[in-house]
């Protein structure tokens, strides 16, 4: 079983920071991608960045230029620092690793940026 547990969010002016982390436990092969999720009030769940095992990384449009994604493979961690934050951003992110075709989710945490 793997357990995946989100850090870091809260509320945040326009135009601010935030780096929210998830720790990964449990059994944690190699070979994973890890990405980050978020959902807004009424909308669908949208993948914001993903990492591969290689280190590749994308985006959502949306987020490139002011959002990055990294891995510690060491400590089966991934952050997401979000820069240039917009209100539009605002949504729970969840947490999502993949590996042998299973995937698992956090429990999300609250970014909420003010105008």
């Known amino acids: 079983q793997v357990q995946l547990v989100e850090s870091g969010g809260g509320l945040v002016q326009a135009g601010g920071s935030l780096r929210v982390s998830c720790a990964a436990s449990?059994?944690?092969?190699?070979?994973?991608?890890m990405a980050w999720y978020r959902q807004a009030p009424g909308k669908q769940r949208e993948l914001v960045a993903v990492?591969?095992?290689?280190?590749?990384?994308n985006y959502a449009d949306a987020v490139k230029g002011r959002f990055t994604i990294s891995r510690d493979n060491a400590k089966s961690t991934v952050f997401l620092q979000m820069n240039t934050l917009k209100p539009e951003d605002t949504a729970v992110y969840y947490c999502?690793?993949?590996?042998?075709?299973?995937?698992?989710w956090g429990q999300g945490t609250q970014v909420t940026v003010s105008p």
């Open positions: 999502n690793l993949r590996q042998e075709s299973l995937n698992y």
């Open positions: 449990g059994r944690i092969v190699r070979l994973n991608d």
């Open positions: 990492v591969l095992s290689g280190g590749r990384t």
